[in-house]
């Protein structure tokens, strides 16, 4: 079984400032994990991926994520908010084998929203 | 590449009637998965499709049903609405998702909205 944990559901930041939005992983195997951004009323835009191949993996616009296997997580960083990256922002979770109940299931944590001011 | 398309965008029903959504995938994918997204449940998954073959199912009654076509467009049909499947449904394709080896790619979704 595997699971994801958002741990804040709301994070305010100054444009300008750094981001960090905090995720927490649990599986029973090495998994595969995503960040996904949703803006109001769209679908859901990939930010980066971790398959393995390298613990910290660079996304769009910015966008970075370290994978830390002894503390499982995969929190998110920015070193400079924009106004523009005010979004929902999903930790996804993908076991790494297909199979049974694997295939195409994606586990989502709960979402943090993220506020820029001015 | 056009990505993955849906239709239609908004949709208003009421309870007890039926509704199909449709999903175009990205050209060459062969995997589609739909998922409901709710604010109280958050995304949830509801069935993956590869091949016109159904491989996996989430937790959701037979009233939610799919399939898929040989060009891998798919579509999904909730059967006898009720308030609560107001929700923003989306659909997501990939190559052959080997759970974790693909990465799924998201459509706008569609909003039902069931009065």
């Known amino acids: 079984a595997q699971s994801v944990t958002q741990l804040d559901s709301h994070v305010s930041v100054s444009e300008g400032t750094p981001v960090l939005l905090r995720c927490n992983y649990s599986?029973?195997?090495?998994?595969?994990l995503f960040w996904y951004v949703q803006h109001p009323n769209k679908g859901l835009q990939l930010l980066l991926k971790y398959t393995s191949a390298a613990t910290l993996v660079k996304g769009i616009n910015g966008f970075e994520a370290e994978f830390k296997k002894s503390e499982t997580s995969f929190h998110l960083t920015k070193p400079s908010a924009h106004m523009s990256d005010a979004a929902e922002y999903f930790c996804?979770?993908?076991?790494?084998?297909?199979?049974?109940?694997?295939?195409?299931?994606?586990?989502f944590g709960q979402g943090t929203i993220l506020t820029v001011h001015p | 590449k056009a990505g993955v398309t849906q239709t239609p965008r908004y949709l208003i029903k009421t309870r007890g009637q039926q509704v199909t959504l449709s999903c175009s995938p990205i050209s060459g994918h062969r995997s589609v998965s739909w998922y409901q997204q709710t604010p109280g449940q958050g995304l949830q998954f509801l069935f993956e499709y590869f091949s016109e073959t159904q491989r996996n199912k989430g937790n959701f009654p037979g009233r939610f049903s799919g399939r898929q076509f040989s060009n891998s467009r798919s579509e999904m049909n909730v059967s006898t609405l009720e308030l609560g499947d107001s929700a923003l449904y989306l659909c997501?394709?990939?190559?052959?998702?080997?759970?974790?080896?693909?990465?799924?790619?998201f459509g706008p979704g569609t909003r039902l909205t069931v009065l």
């Open positions: 997501a394709s990939s190559w052959v998702a080997l759970a974790g080896a693909d990465t799924q790619y």
């Open positions: 599986s029973s195997y090495s998994p595969s």
């Open positions: 996804v979770v993908s076991p790494p084998n297909a199979g049974g109940t694997s295939y195409g299931k994606l586990t």
